[in-house]
């Protein structure tokens, strides 16, 4: 949790609109300053210090000063974020200007009103207004909408670099034939049990939905991307029998494969 602070404003340094059209990662870098960082689109992957954190539309995270910083993860393209660099106030040592607190990573109740302040902050910083301190006060406006948004919030935890180990295997081998959470749990040096208990506590799901989770994106993109026959496509995700996969897939997605394919294959695309 940061404390708010309230003696005078944070002083803003930088900030923009990220916005990326292609695959992107982080760079790598020490900070020598605060940083915000407001999720907009896509998921951001960075970690400081050690510690693995995901921004999602909607989420917030702080990074602070000294920490060492790297996207440790490809974002899709069409991420997108709000960053601001900015300094505490002087007063940061003394806690009677104290007047909330924010999670260091969270969730916002209600996104639009962090993304107003934070279009008005950019307008400020980008000499919207005459006035030079404007960016200064709209900062500090953002920074107490987030704590009066999220003064009820323990936040959400960073993942240790041992659970983003563990997102990436099992995302890289859900699609083999032999994939189950036995083997994931082998990998990792888990308990079969306390793996499950473990990823159902962090992400609200079990480590098998996940994995069916990346077999249907991929059987779902086989079938509106190419022509391989629905047998072919069950098998390119680890399931041999099709009458098998078709069952599977209309649990999941509600339709089956073949009427699913249909679905793309009326959809006429444009730009207009």
């Not at 050690?50 to 999602?56: A, I, W």
């Not at 993304?115 to 301190?133: E, K, V």
């Not at 629905?230 to 390119?236: C, D, G, I, L």
Request: charge should be negative; proline fraction near 4%.
């Amino acid at each position: 949790m940061l404390p708010l602070l309230l003696k005078e404003p944070y002083r803003l340094h930088m900030g923009g609109h990220f916005l990326s059209d292609e695959s992107w990662s982080h760079m790598e870098r020490t900070l020598t300053d605060c940083e915000l960082i407001i999720g907009v689109s896509g998921i951001v992957f960075l970690e400081a210090d050690g510690l693995m954190y995901e921004v999602r539309e909607g989420d917030i995270l702080f990074l602070m000063p000294g920490e060492h910083q790297r996207g440790y993860k490809l974002s899709s393209p069409g991420v997108s974020f709000y960053w601001f660099h900015f300094a505490e106030p002087d007063s940061a040592a003394s806690a009677e200007w104290s007047v909330g607190r924010i999670p260091r990573h969270a969730s916002c109740p209600n996104p639009n009103r962090v993304h107003i302040l934070a279009r008005q902050l950019l307008h400020a910083a980008n000499g919207g207004y005459r006035i030079p301190q404007a960016g200064d006060y709209f900062l500090t406006c953002l920074l107490i909408e987030l704590a009066e948004q999220l003064q009820d919030s323990e936040g959400l935890d960073a993942m240790s670099p041992e659970l983003a180990e563990l997102l990436e295997w099992t995302r890289l081998h859900a699609l083999d034939r032999d994939i189950s959470v036995e083997k994931v749990a082998g990998h990792m040096g888990y308990n079969k049990d306390y793996l499950s208990r473990m990823f159902k506590r962090r992400f609200g799901s079990g480590l098998l939905s996940y994995i069916h989770k990346i077999k249907l994106d991929a059987a779902k993109e086989l079938l509106s991307g190419t022509r391989l026959h629905v047998k072919e496509v069950a098998a390119r995700i680890g399931i041999d029998d099709d009458k098998q996969f078709a069952k599977w897939f209309k649990r999941l997605s509600g339709v089956t494969p073949t009427e699913y394919r249909q679905a793309f294959s009326r959809t006429r695309l444009n730009n207009v």
